[in-house]
Nanobody, 123 residues
């Protein structure tokens, strides 16, 4: 069982930055691939970024590539999403997710989810 708690959301102007963090419980954090997803009102949950357990390999949605960076600290059981050059269309609830084994961009492939943190980007 893995419990995930996100933090770091908030209100920011377009062009600004935010750093989201996700703290995970458990002693085998490095066994889990971690992903960030987001869901805007009236839209489906969409993939943002993912990272393998080792932290070496990362994956990004095209719409955030070059602006967002995912990273993890296995010693601290945390995963972060650094978001730069934010746009109003990045406004959504952002969720952290975990799955044992390899990373995937498919939301249904993740077994554990956090409660979400709101990110609002004003124009």
């Amino acid at each position: 069982q893995v419990q995930l708690v996100e933090s770091g959301g908030g209100l920011v102007q377009a062009g600004g930055s935010l750093r989201l963090s996700c703290a995970a419980s458990g002693r085998t954090f490095s066994w889990y691939a971690m992903g960030w997803f987001r869901q805007a009102p009236g839209k489906e949950r969409e993939f943002v970024a993912a990272i393998r357990g080792s932290g070496v390999t990362t994956y990004y949605a095209d719409v955030v590539k070059g602006r967002f960076t995912i990273s993890r600290d296995n010693a601290k059981n945390t995963v972060a999403l650094q978001m730069n050059s934010l746009k109003p269309e990045d406004t959504a609830v952002y969720y952290c997710a975990a799955r044992p084994g390899s990373a995937t961009m498919v939301a249904t492939g993740y077994d554990y989810w956090g409660q979400g943190t709101q990110v609002t980007v004003s124009s």
